[in-house]
């Protein structure tokens, strides 16, 4: 399976972002998707993450301003990140979920203050 994330950039606090992953090879193994970040000199933490019935888990962090979605005929993830604060900035990554280390190279998100 490869992940590639994309969308990312520099955009001011309060601002949005939408990012998307696409997908391909043995993508039928994954059912559940979802996305984590990693900020400098901290460990990669869970954003939100879709299962294959629709039902949506988010951190607490970014409840009420991120919302994730997918297309499965597509094979797309996207995540629409709104209320955008500085604490997420961060490199951002699809994997399935839970995951199982399908990062890719992620996008960078940063949000100036």
């Known amino acids: 399976v490869q992940l590639q994330a994309s969308g990312g950039g520099l955009v001011q606090a309060g601002g949005s972002l939408r990012l998307s992953c696409a997908a391909s090879?043995?993508?039928?193994?994954?059912?559940?998707m979802g996305w984590f970040r990693q900020a400098p000199g901290q460990e990669r933490e869970f954003v939100v993450a879709i299962g294959w019935s629709g039902r949506t888990y988010y951190a607490d962090s970014v409840k009420g301003r991120f919302t994730i979605s997918r297309d499965d005929f597509k094979r797309t993830l996207n995540l629409q990140m709104n209320s955008l604060k500085p604490e997420d900035t961060a490199v951002y990554y699809c994997?399935?979920?839970?995951?199982?280390?399908?990062w890719g190279q992620g996008t960078q998100v940063t949000v100036s203050s």
């Open positions: 994997d399935a979920f839970p995951s199982r280390g399908y």
């Open positions: 090879g043995r993508t039928l193994s994954i059912n559940d």
